[in-house]
Nanobody
Framework: QVQLVESGGGLVQAGGSLRLSCAYS????????MGWYSQAPGKERELAAD???????NYAASVKGRFTISRDNAKAMVYLQMNSLKPEDTGVYYC????????????WGQGTQVTVSS
């Protein structure tokens, strides 16, 4: 089992910045990648960014160049630095820990709300 707790969401004006944090614990050694997903009202949850256990990063086209994902294994934290925020970035952001394979397993945090006003 893996436990994830997000923090750092809030209300910000367009063009502003936020940093989301995710504290993880549990059986993290079996995890292949950690990421951040966003879910806008009435829409499906979608990947914003992820980072593999080897440090490779992957970003959605809509956030590339504006968001940066990073992890600090010593502190058991994953971060999402969000700059140049747009109203369309509004949504609930979930921290994810993924174990690849058959079957694949996904762990989720409770989510943190990000609201970007125009």
């Amino acid at each position: 089992q893996v436990q994830l707790v997000e923090s750092g969401g809030g209300l910000v004006q367009a063009g502003g910045s936020l940093r989301l944090s995710c504290a993880y614990s549990g059986s993290i050694v079996s995890i292949n990648a950690m990421g951040w997903y966003s879910q806008a009202p009435g829409k499906e949850r979608e990947l914003a960014a992820d980072i593999s256990s080897g440090g490779s990063t992957n970003y959605a086209a809509s956030v590339k160049g504006r968001f940066t994902i990073s992890r600090d294994n010593a502190k058991a934290m994953v971060y999402l630095q969000m700059n140049s925020l747009k109203p369309e970035d509004t949504g609930v952001y979930y921290c994810n820990a993924a174990r690849w394979g058959r079957p694949s397993i996904n762990y989720w945090g409770q989510g943190t709300q990000v609201t970007v006003s125009s």
